[in-house]
């Protein structure tokens, strides 16, 4: 920006020139500043007096530390950088155009990043939305250049979230630090895409009713849920380790896993937990059940018979959930 600015402000300071000192009309102070600039060496309109070549030497100094400095920012666009981060924008911007039911992350910090590597885990496609340039690069390094596809940009406005595919998106969780950012990011959200399953982090008890009624399916709160983790950790330590397994922070990593009723293979479907025998099969093991009218049922009969609209919760290791996939899934 700089560097136009200056070049039209040398455009400007020559036809001045000319046309103060030696009188020049406006189109002949246009040519003698063209082929001063350009150092072309095509004769002058008249000669010039003794201000005016006084003017010109001064004039051609300017230009060559100009064209310099011009020289220097071309050569940190092309080289330094600059040139392969829009194209790689656009590289990125035509892959997210690709995306269908991904999931998008507002914010890649502490618990956006964390979400960001479940979701991956778990074989989602997500779309990061943040504002630092500095953070991402600091991912890359880590994760690998191309491995994040990333939106720079205000989470909160409507194009920024356009960019991320919010119309073809599934999923949003917005886990910004301020609860007034995740609230606009809510409203934002919902609005363009109804159908969106929208989970919002909040750092105040009160911001929960708020981010609910903006339009959120759930609200998380790291902080108590920290606090309940600690003093878990003192009451039933063994629990938390065993959960701590299922969230893949423990030596020994488990999996939960859906398996819907439409997923089951068409010849599956109507049979009893029993009859379908995932333990015996795959190792997985089916911990709780929920129907179509949104009940859980824990440990369910071993005679239940999952039916339309219900979900089966499998528990196991990601051999295990992998193989229940291969053998149940349609």
């Known amino acids: 920006m700089l560097a136009i600015v200056l070049s039209v402000l040398s455009l400007g300071i020559g036809m001045a ?8 009309n406006w189109l002949e102070a246009f040519y003698m500043t063209i082929i001063t600039i350009s150092t072309t060496g095509f004769g002058e309109v008249r000669p010039l007096s003794d201000g005016g070549r006084l003017f010109v030497s001064a004039y051609i100094m300017y230009n ?24 790689k924008m656009f590289m990125t ?21 964390k979400a960001f590597h479940e979701l991956r ?4 496609k997500v779309v990061v939305v943040e504002q630092s340039q500095e953070l991402m690069r600091l991912a890359a390094e880590t994760l690998g250049e191309n491995a994040v596809p990333v939106v720079f940009g205000d989470a909160t406005a409507d194009e920024t979230l356009r960019q991320a595919g919010i119309e ?4 949003l969780i917005s886990a910004l630090p301020k609860d007034a950012d995740n609230v606009f990011v809510t409203l934002t959200a919902r609005e363009l895409n109804p159908r969106l399953k929208i989970i919002s982090r909040a750092s105040l008890k009160t911001s929960e009713s708020k981010l609910l009624r903006a339009g959120a399916d759930s609200v998380v709160m ?11 950790l003192v009451m039933r330590p063994e629990v938390i380790r065993f959960l701590d397994m299922i969230n893949g922070l423990g030596p020994n990593r488990l ?17 009893s937990i029993r009859e379908l025998d995932i333990r015996s099969r795959t190792g997985a093991t089916v911990i709780g059940l929920k129907d179509s009218a949104g009940h859980f049922l824990v440990s369910p009969s071993a005679d239940t018979r999952p039916g339309p609209g219900d979900v089966l919760l499998l528990l196991g290791t990601d051999e295990q959930i992998r193989r229940s996939v291969i053998e149940y899934r349609g």
């Open 121 to 124: 885990a778990s074989g989602a």
């Open 64 to 87: 060559l530390l100009m064209v310099a400095y011009l020289v220097s920012v071309l050569t940190q666009y092309l080289f330094d950088g600059e040139l392969r981060n829009l194209f």
């Open 168 to 171: 073809r998106a599934r999923a």
């Open 255 to 271: 999996r939960l896993e859906e398996l819907t009723f439409t997923d089951l293979r068409t010849e599956l479907r109507g049979r």
């Open 93 to 113: 911007d035509q892959e997210i155009r690709a995306f269908q039911d991904h999931v998008i992350v507002c914010g890649f910090g502490r618990n956006g990043s």
């Open 17 to 24: 020139g000319f046309m103060l000192i030696e009188n020049y």
């Open 222 to 232: 790291p902080d108590e849920i920290g606090g309940s983790h600690m003093a878990n």
